[in-house]
């Protein structure tokens, strides 16, 4: 492979076997009720927020937009931000937010994260709450009734509605940031699969709400917000929708869905609309609306192939989206007429290659009275998200054509100009093997080897040079996977409590460190002369590292970063939940154990920010507490206690190749510096605007860090001047939209070690689909991306020096502009032949080690996806 011109030896691996886990769930956060006094007024265009993505395997991705104004295009979208690591083994059934404190909120604001709850469940009987901040399990409760087959919140964010296996429906309160049982309705004779809140009752409305006489008091349906609770229904597993009285408990109607030869249909899914119709879903692929009051279905729309396993509303309420096992995403719009609105079939799309298991839309619908309904701003489309077997959140804008007719609506993904569902381009989410959108395969430099972490294994493999990789490999045979330049040394599945958070091989191979997010493991290897490896476990390596930890926890330590120096002296271990940064030295013999050297405590820094980073403007200066000596303070003046909230997880770290400078960033987007040789902090980085993805050291220069953001930005810090370089600001300030408008987010950044004989500095970025080769030391230029503008000049200056060639029509295309561009350096080189990529990195002789991962390989360990002949088959 040629990167900018300059030959280099690639290793382009795919015998890296790495499964993502399919996604199960998916969800946006609720918004707050609206005043019951009358219509709401337009509100101003919302933030979006996080999304939360479950994934079969139990973990919970947490993704943040990455742009801070609402009204502008991402082409980034959503980036995974943090991960709840889920207990070994689990899953992820369903997801629900609710509102910690609905009151504080503004009606019609997009909620931050830290003023919500998560709940999930995994197919058991218990429901599980998330601490967000922490990355854990806050509590669990048991359902008393079996297993918990669909969750459902009210509007209020007070009451959680289960659904169980022994077909009761159990209501738990959370009010006042509680979860505790609060009663259950009428049982039935069936598994209530999914279920759903009807629209609530103003108070001011002037509806009455009949309480019997033997309910629960008017504080379990009605609060001081002026909403009262009205009616719950269910899907259940005898081929019927039931509907239930909330304030009685009682079972008012049944609605009765089709049969096939007897056997029952499962109603995987319901819906409710503000006007109190209900949407159903089933096992035959059959959408169905229901009238709620009358309890008649009003429409029958057999869309589907197989199971529709999901629905979705619009934020408007005429517009449904369906989806399931034959992987369509199938639209139902409301046409109104003069006599009555009906429900027709508009449209349907593939998105996906498997089957859909949920979909999301932001901004949520809230099933209120139409005479309460918010009035969202039409200029900006919504957004679908459909995840399933095919483990890619999809991304589709979901504009409605009535609203491209009265003013012109952006695409928030800029994918294309149409912002409608029907024609608009859809995008895929990469999926990200590691905690917080890093990655768990890494390279060691100098043994040449390969490690890549599943859930609860590790694998290690060894690449060769092929020109000698017969001098390598020990008596080879013809079928021998040395031949191929590659062969697996290692394969240990682990003993581990939850899903393995992070994981890292020394640059000689000889250490091997993984972490799940409760307990450090320290593996030596010894590499024998036949090639085999000898694999001993440090023992006590959690007694020293929890010895470490100056708070004495008397329980295991995780890891969510774990980073050996190039020198393979140290280990950088960041603590999972105390955010603790511990420098141990490594040692020598295989008695001794590893030495603590320094724990640094800077991450748990109260919640504060520091002057953001410098743009256009100039000043360079790194701000805040930059000069600041923090190790002289006091512990009462630095560190957040427990008992405090926000204890920000670390989720990236690099080391200089001189092995001097440490440098540790956190989900809050801040950045540290600390010194490895005197083991002092030296310096900490102004908070920059969005998540930190990529953090590497200039080979050429050690102080020199680059720092790559979640919105493709980059920017340049040398940690020794503690400075932006005034060379770096026209880089930053004037990078080309061809980069920064990657739909991938950065993932990885690394430098080729071998010195360029130009003298140039290259940095090598990396997305899921994409690589980027960057001179820093050079103007940002064009980029060099316009084919048809290189063509034309092109044409220009070869046909003039040519006679009888006619560049008339070119010549006037040429502007002078275009002639400027092609004088300008292009140091912009972008490369899209290898996806989906897991890794990009060098190895110490200049040779680029490239790990795929092809959908293809990924699709052959799945189980074959739902397809139905239509045309004559036996």
Aim: proline share 7%.
């Amino acid at each position: 492979m040629s990167v900018d011109q300059i030959p280099v030896k690639v290793h382009r691996c795919r015998f890296v076997d790495y499964l993502p886990a399919a996604i199960t769930a998916l969800a946006f956060p609720p918004l707050p009720l609206p005043s019951p006094k009358g219509k709401t007024k337009a509100t101003p265009p919302l933030k979006f927020p996080s999304l939360a993505i479950g994934r079969a395997n139990g973990n919970i991705e947490l993704a943040e937009w990455s742009n801070n104004n609402p009204t502008d295009q991402a082409p980034q979208a959503w980036v995974v931000f943090k991960t709840l690591c889920g207990p070994h083994p689990s899953k992820v059934d369903t997801l629900t937010f609710t509102l910690r404190y609905p009151e504080d909120l503004i009606p019609g604001d997009a909620p931050a994260l830290t003023k919500l709850r998560l709940f999930s469940t995994g197919g058991g009987s218990e429901l599980l709450e998330w601490d967000l901040s922490r990355g854990c399990v806050r509590r669990a409760i048991n359902s008393n009734g079996g297993a918990i087959w669909s969750v459902s919140a009210n509007l209020k964010s007070t009451i959680l509605a289960l659904g169980c296996e022994d077909g009761s429906v159990q209501l738990l309160s959370t009010e006042h940031d509680s979860l505790s049982h609060l009663r259950k309705l009428e049982k039935i004779k069936s598994r209530l699969l999914s279920i759903a809140w009807g629209p609530p009752i103003p108070h001011n409305s002037g509806s009455s709400v009949e309480t019997a006489p033997n309910s629960q008091d008017s504080s379990d349906g009605e609060n001081d917000d002026g909403w009262s609770d009205g009616w719950i229904v269910a899907g259940c597993a005898d081929s019927s929708i039931r509907k239930w009285d909330f304030s009685t408990g009682k079972i008012t109607n049944r609605l009765t869905t089709d049969k096939v030869r007897g056997e029952r249909t499962l109603v995987w899914s319901v819906c409710v609309l503000g006007d109190g119709t209900i949407v159903s879903g089933d096992s035959m692929g059959i959408v169905k609306f229901w009238d709620s009051e009358t309890c008649t279905q009003l429409s029958s729309f057999q869309a589907h192939g197989a199971d529709v396993l999901c629905l979705s509303i619009s934020p408007e309420g005429n517009t449904v989206y369906s989806s399931g096992v034959d992987q369509k995403i199938v639209q139902f719009t409301n046409v109104a007429s003069s006599s009555k609105s009906r429900w027709l079939q508009a449209s349907s799309r593939r998105m996906h290659s498997h089957d859909v298991r949920s979909l999301a839309i932001w901004p949520p619908f809230m099933p209120l009275p139409p005479s309460h309904q918010r009035k969202l701003p039409v200029n900006i489309a919504p957004i679908l998200v459909s995840g399933g077997l095919d483990m890619s959140a999809i991304l589709t804008p979901a504009a409605i054509p009535s609203s491209t007719t009265v003013s012109k609506v952006t695409n928030p993904l800029s994918t294309s100009v149409v912002a409608t569902f029907e024609d608009s381009y859809h995008r895929k989410m990469g999926y990200s093997t590691g905690f917080s959108g890093t990655g768990r395969v890494k390279v060691a430099r100098k043994k040449h080897l390969i490690l890549s972490a599943q859930d609860q294994s590790i694998n290690l493999w060894q690449i060769f040079d092929r020109d000698r990789h017969h001098m390598d490999v020990p008596n080879p045979v013809e079928d021998e996977p040395g031949l191929d330049g590659w062969r697996k040394v290692l394969e240990m599945d682990l003993n581990v409590q939850s899903n393995i958070v992070s994981c890292d091989v020394s640059d000689d191979g000889k250490w091997i460190a993984v972490s799940d997010w409760h307990e450090v493991k320290l593996f030596r290897l010894t590499f024998a002369l036949s090639g085999d490896v000898v694999v001993t476990r440090t023992r006590n390596f959690a007694d020293v590292l929890r010895d470490s930890i100056p708070l004495g926890s008397k329980s295991l330590v995780g890891a969510t970063v774990l980073s050996f120096t190039p020198d393979s002296q140290k280990l950088v271990v960041c603590t999972s939940e105390s955010s603790f940064i511990v420098i141990l030295h490594l040692p020598q013999d295989d008695a001794s154990l590893p030495r603590p050297l320094r724990t640094f405590h800077h991450h748990r820094l109260r919640n504060v920010s520091f002057d953001s980073a410098p743009s256009n403007t100039g000043d360079n200066t790194v701000a805040g507490d930059s000069d600041v000596d923090m190790d002289g303070l006091s512990d009462e003046e630095t560190v957040v206690t427990n008992q405090l909230s926000v204890i920000p997880a670390v989720t990236r770290s690099a080391i200089s190749h001189d092995c001097q400078w440490l440098v540790t960033a956190d989900e809050m987007k801040r950045v540290y510096v600390y010194n490895l040789d005197s083991l002092q902090h030296h310096c900490v980085l102004p908070t920059f605007p969005y998540a930190i993805q990529a953090l590497s050291f200039d080979p050429t220069d050690y102080g020199t860090l680059v720092i790559g953001l979640a919105n493709n930005s980059v920017h340049i810090f040398n940690v020794e001047s503690r400075t932006f370089p005034d060379w770096s600001i026209p880089l930053s300030n004037n990078l080309p939209k061809r980069f920064t408008h990657l739909h991938d987010p950065i993932l990885g950044l690394t430098f080729n070690p071998t010195p360029f004989k130009d003298g140039s500095r290259k940095a090598l970025f990396w997305g899921s689909t994409w690589m980027c080769s960057i001179k820093l030391d050079s103007p940002a230029g064009w980029g060099g991306f316009s084919k048809k503008r290189r063509r034309e000049y092109r044409t220009v200056v070869n046909g003039a020096s040519q006679p009888g060639t006619n560049v008339g029509k070119a010549q006037v295309n040429v502007s002078a502009e275009d002639q400027k561009r092609q004088t300008q350096p292009k140091n912009f080189t972008v490369l899209t032949q290898y996806r989906p990529l897991l890794l990009v990195d060098f190895l110490d002789c200049g040779e680029m080690v490239v790990v795929e991962r092809p959908l293809v390989d990924v699709m052959s360990a799945m189980p074959p996806a739902f397809f139905k002949p239509k045309y004559g088959s036996s």
